[in-house]
């Protein structure tokens, strides 16, 4: 079973505009991490936020955690074509193991 | 600093049939975890492995199977191929205390 699902499953915005994809997941957490992966190939790390952690940022990219909620976003501004590819959250097993993943969200920047 | 590399690229095998993949960790970890990609889905878990011992599995058959050596650098055999075998397969590494991981570039698999 997925412990993450991202929302929506396909967004299509124009290059300039802003990105917002959402992630929700089931169990408690250590930390919850998000990865983009470019047309089927291996995945690139872009941020993990811990539990502890409401909000953190890495360049042009913002990601907000509500463990009441169960829920984390991953917010993209200014978005480039080059930011066109699917992006998945990811959270670890009880003891970081495994990370379980959602079915992505698949990001079209439109130049 | 070399990332995770996987060899080959690409693989087509026939039903039936065993295969090997490969996977060289980034310099530093220790940690060797794989996971299988069907199209339009989210990796799945295999397993992983750690001080040459699978630490943990995911809910695959025993026809996936995995070796780590002592250089880190670790193996994923499935036997028996299925048409449902084809995916791409991912290795991640990572250093056992830390959560983050980091992807090689997957080796895609097609059952003929």
């Known amino acids: 079973s997925q412990q993450g699902e991202e929302d929506p499953q396909a967004l299509s915005i124009q290059e300039g505009e802003n990105a917002t994809m959402n992630c929700s997941y089931k169990?408690?957490?250590?930390?919850l991490q998000w990865y983009r992966q470019n047309s089927g190939r291996g995945l690139v790390h872009l941020i993990l936020?811990?539990?502890?952690?409401r909000e953190k940022h890495s360049g042009r990219l913002r990601v907000t955690l509500d463990t009441s909620k169960k829920s984390s976003s991953l917010l993209i501004t200014a978005s480039r074509a080059a930011d066109t590819a699917s992006y998945f959250c990811?959270?670890?097993?009880?003891?970081?193991?495994?990370?379980?993943f959602g079915k992505g969200t698949l990001l079209t920047v439109n130049p | 600093d070399a990332g995770v590399t996987q060899s080959p690229t690409h693989l087509i095998k026939t039903r039936g049939q065993q295969v090997t993949l490969r996977c060289s960790p980034k310099?530093?970890?220790?940690?060797v975890s794989w996971y299988q990609q069907a199209l339009g889905q989210g990796p799945q878990f295999i397993f992983q492995y750690y001080e040459e011992e699978e630490r943990q599995r995911g809910n695959f058959p025993d026809r996936f199977s995995g070796h780590q050596f002592p250089n880190y650098s670790s193996e994923l055999n499935v036997n028996a191929l299925l048409l449902g075998d084809s995916a791409l397969y991912l290795c991640?590494?990572?250093?056992?205390?830390?959560?983050?991981?980091?992807f090689g570039p997957g080796t895609r698999l097609t059952v003929t």
């Open positions: 991640a590494s990572s250093l056992i205390l830390s959560g983050e991981q980091y």
């Open positions: 990811a959270t670890p097993g009880g003891s970081n193991y495994k990370l379980t």
């Open positions: 310099s530093g970890h220790d940690t």
């Open positions: 936020i811990r539990s502890n952690e």
């Open positions: 169990t408690s957490i250590n930390n």
